[in-house]
């Protein structure tokens, strides 16, 4: 699991309705798809008014249930416990999954590339790998200062 299943399973769920905190009902299967999917394809989760989903008999048995931990259950819980979707299982095997407004931000930021490395960054920016990016940010426009004034 990574967060890369929480941004593909948040992105496909905000731009399925495009709308904060509507319920929408999905199954297990319907979900597995969006965390297996490119984020590009995340906006095309419904195709000829059919919700798209993964079969998950085509896959070993001991292999089903590690999928379903690993790339339902966990992402889900990640991104209520981020207070970025509420959910709620219901007895019938569905899912009740409703975004919230903060979910809608990261989801719309997550759609373009720009908002994808701002997210990227204020993931990182405590890092060794933020703290280089802002120093290298830094000398460039130093350096570009510098020549412009010359």
């Known amino acids: ?4 299943d929480e941004d593909r399973i948040l992105h496909g769920l905000y731009y399925y309705r495009e709308s904060i905190d509507e319920e929408v009902p999905v199954t297990d299967e ?3 798809w969006l965390a297996m999917q490119p984020l590009r394809d995340g906006e095309t989760w419904h195709k000829e008014g059919q919700l798209q ?4 008999s085509a896959f070993p048995a001991e292999i089903q249930s590690k999928l379903v ?3 339902l259950e966990l992402p889900l819980r ?9 959910y709620t299982r219901c007895n019938d ?11 809608a931000d990261r989801a719309i ?5 720009r908002g994808r490395m701002d997210l990227w960054y204020r993931d990182h920016k405590d890092g060794i790998l933020g703290i280089v990016t ?17």
């Open 53 to 56: 989903s993964v079969d998950r």
């Open 93 to 103: 095997a569905t899912l009740r999954v409703a975004v919230t407004f903060a979910g």
């Open 69 to 71: 931990t690993a790339k």
């Open 1 to 4: 699991m990574s967060r890369d």
């Open 30 to 32: 319907q979900v597995l």
């Open 78 to 86: 990640y991104l209520q416990y981020r207070r970025l979707i509420k």
């Open 134 to 150: 802002t120093i290298l940010v830094s000398f460039v426009t130093a350096l570009i200062t510098v020549l412009l004034a010359r």
């Open 109 to 113: 930021r997550l759609h373009t590339l």
